[in-house]
């Protein structure tokens, strides 16, 4: 199993930034990508960034320019730094993990329990 915790989460000004953490801990084989997804109140969850376990980073077209995902594979940690936030980034960010729990089993997500951001106007 895969355990999230995140970190990071907070209230900000328009214009402001934060930094969200994100430490993968418990039993696994490997870790494919890490990422983070958000909701806000009545939508839908959806896809902010994920980046690979070589590096590779993808961008929600909402974020791109002002959001910068890195990873750390050797402390399965993955950081979202975000610059320009407006109060359309207020949601609940949750941390994904797709990996593989032992080496002959299929990869799954995991999810960790969300940190609130919020910015005000």
């Known amino acids: 199993q895969v355990r999230l915790v995140e970190s990071g989460g907070g209230l900000v000004h328009a214009g402001g930034s934060l930094r969200l953490s994100c430490a993968a801990s418990?039993?696994?084989?490997?870790?494919?990508?890490m990422g983070w997804y958000r909701q806000a109140p009545g939508k839908q969850r959806e896809l902010v960034s994920t980046v690979t376990s070589d590096g590779s980073a993808n961008y929600a077209d909402s974020v791109r320019g002002r959001f910068t995902i890195s990873n750390d594979n050797a402390e399965n940690t993955v950081y979202l730094q975000m610059n320009r936030l407006t109060p359309e980034d207020t949601a609940v960010y949750y941390c994904?993990?797709?990996?593989?729990?032992?080496?002959?089993?299929?990869?799954?997500?995991?999810w960790g329990q969300g940190t609130q951001v919020t910015v005000s106007s």
């Open positions: 994904n993990a797709n990996a593989r729990s032992r080496s002959w089993t299929r990869r799954a997500d995991y």
């Open positions: 418990g039993s696994f084989f490997s870790i494919n990508a």
